[in-house]
């Protein structure tokens, strides 16, 4: 029998002997094989049981929900990342991300911090019927919407928009807390001051430490406010930042904030290696987006044929993945925005519209797989779940 090619390759018959040696005088790490899962699980479980031990009124369309472990156990995150919470409501079985706003050197708690969304299933339920002492269920943390020291500057400004505040408050809080050495700028654009989510609490923080500087960006301001209004511009960025040079840039907020403030941030010369976009769900209104087929409106309605399924009916106007929940279907997601990649379906005949901006793998491109959260029927479809 010909002799295998790997015992050729150069140094083989030293690991073999190193393997041999370790067998018979180093440790059989095989004892611990029945505890690697239970170890990966502490920091990366798939599920979370939790329930609610306080809810704190930000705004008036704004609540926080203090969240602790029911067997007393948190794994570890990053600031900025998230976790999806699972529910099912209405009959409809879904889950939403919810960036957690608390630091992450709090390790008794988890907070997350909800706005309400027009006509949102989930918002709605979680700001009106939830109580304290309720349990959810949730993912474990999750994104990549972080600082990471290796990579970025240690100077930070981040441009959020609504509930966009969130992963950086968390932020805040573990650079003041925890003595990090970074310095950090928060233009914070919204409608009215009162619309503006922790704001005591970030210009509290802002008077007190050096390396903290908030600033509310106000569209509609009330009589007597005297801070910036209109958007936040690349000149107004350039005024209070001063040269963009060794700065790392951080958005997070609708996507009509992205659409906006992405083009200002080129405009002063920030490489895009520069800028890092957090993911923020699917567009409102997809038919306003480029490229949205215009005689496609968005109220129309398509069939959609899942492969050994039914066939359901689906709108031009929402995500492939609400229309399939809606019928029942469980549907694996996690971020719900076209980022985790959890949601894929393949589309075996028809067409849908995904934003250019979805980070499609080239091979499922070429084998026809889309992101379903982040993807718009456009004509009858046949789907392979």
Known sequence: MKKPIFKEFDGYNGIVEEIETSRKYGTDYAVYRDSVDKQINLLHPSRMKLHISEIIDE????????????DGYLPPFLAGQYIAL???????????????????????????????????????YL???????????????????????????????????????????????EIVECGLERAIYIFYGNKNLNDAIFHDELRSLSDRFENINYLPVIEEPQEGYEGPTGFITGDLIREIIGEPAEKTFYLCGPQGMYDFCVPELERLGIPKRKIRKDVYGAPAH???????????????????????GPTIEARAGEPLMLALEKKGMKISSLCRSGECSKCRVKILSGKVFQPAWVPVRKSDRQFGYVHSCVSFPVADLEILL
């Open 286 to 308: 997809i038919c306003d987006y480029p490229g949205w087929p215009e005689e496609i409106k968005a109220d129309e309605v398509f069939a959609v044929k899942v492969d050994g």
């Open 59 to 70: 705004t008036s369309s704004t609540k926080t929900l203090r969240l602790v472990s029911q």
């Open 86 to 124: 699972f529910l099912e409501l209405s009959g409809i079985r879904t889950s939403r991300p919810y960036t957690i706003s608390s630091p992450p050197n709090q390790t008794g708690f988890y907070e997350i911090t909800i706005r309400r969304v027009e006509d949102g299933l989930v918002s709605n």
């Open 127 to 173: 700001l009106d019927e939830v109580k304290k002492g309720d349990g959810l269920e949730s993912s474990g943390p999750a994104g990549q919407f972080y600082h990471n020291p290796l990579f970025h500057d240690r100077t930070m400004v981040c441009i959020a928009g609504g509930s966009g505040i969130t992963p950086f408050r968390s932020m805040i809080r």
